[in-house]
């Protein structure tokens, strides 16, 4: 039996050695369209530093809604760095809000998953839509925990308030990552790791549906992670895909969203609609 390096193949940034320039781009264009877009910025949603979020609004109203949660392993990464993304969803009709949140060790894995509930929570309060969710590996993994979260236990939401999202490059499965540098900062144990991890909760309810979208040039743990978090859920009756993304690595798979002939982005922009009826 073959032992799996969970180290290799869950650290990204050696996986991939010009991450680097995916950020500097990202964040070149983000500032860029943060100087000219018509946006609500830094709107608080807790008495958090990083408990805010941003909303830009597309050119027409009543367009349907999507949240995009950044990455970073829970332990880096910001909203402002990926303002780009809202530049091309609302050249497809969209608003989009981008939220940060607190990061490890200063809170916990759950800590985190409890602040974007409230989140979303303010932006039903705000818009009075219901999200699409979609987030890209960090951000993946809390858009499955807010597709699963039962929100009628959730003050000041819809008790069906996310219908649906797209787990872009997600973990859902996290016990093997508590012996990599990952868990340095993040600080799980198997017993904390398993309970957060979205793989081993109650499914959602039937009328949920999650796509569990993946590059196709990344590792053989996080094409595993997609598809055993979609046939999940597809045995537990929900509406529920892997969508693999030819020729993507775990940072380029980013920019299919903001590609207007990527399959990825019109996955997005179909189920954003389809959700908001």
């Not at 969970?6 to 010009?18: A, L, Q, S």
């Not at 950044?70 to 969803?89: T, V």
């Amino acid at each position: 039996m073959t032992t799996i390096n969970y180290e290799v193949e869950y650290n990204n940034r050696r996986r991939v050695p010009d991450n680097g320039a995916y950020a500097a781009r990202w964040q070149a264009a983000s500032a860029a369209y943060r100087q000219t877009a018509r946006a609500d910025l830094d709107v608080a949603y807790g008495p958090g530093e990083r408990q805010r979020y941003d909303l830009f609004p597309a050119p027409e109203r009543g367009a349907p809604l999507v949240v995009y949660i950044h990455g970073g392993y829970w332990q880096r990464g910001d909203r402002k760095d990926y303002s780009f993304l809202a530049q091309a969803l609302n050249a497809r009709g969209l608003d989009v809000a981008l939220p940060s949140y607190s990061l490890c060790p200063a809170v916990s894995l759950m800590d985190i998953v409890d602040e974007l509930r409230l989140c979303l929570a303010a932006l039903w309060k705000a818009t009075g839509k219901h999200p699409l969710v979609t987030g890209h590996s960090a951000g993946g993994h809390l858009t499955a925990a807010m597709v699963a979260t039962d929100w009628s236990k959730v003050a000041g939401a819809a008790p069906d308030l996310v219908r649906a999202g797209v787990a872009i490059s997600g973990v859902f499965d996290l016990p093997p990552l508590v012996g990599t540098s990952i868990n340095d900062l993040v600080g799980l144990d198997v017993g904390t790791a398993r309970a957060a991890s979205p793989m081993f909760w109650p499914a959602p309810p039937k009328d949920r549906i999650l796509v569990a979208a993946v590059g196709g040039d990344e590792s053989a743990e996080f094409l595993r992670q997609a598809r055993d978090m979609a046939q999940a859920w597809t045995r537990a009756g929900l509406e529920a895909e892997t969508l693999v993304v030819p020729g993507t690595n775990h940072f380029s798979v980013v920019d299919e969203l903001a590609k207007p002939g990527s399959p990825l982005s019109a996955r997005v922009a179909d189920l954003a609609r389809r959700i908001s009826r």
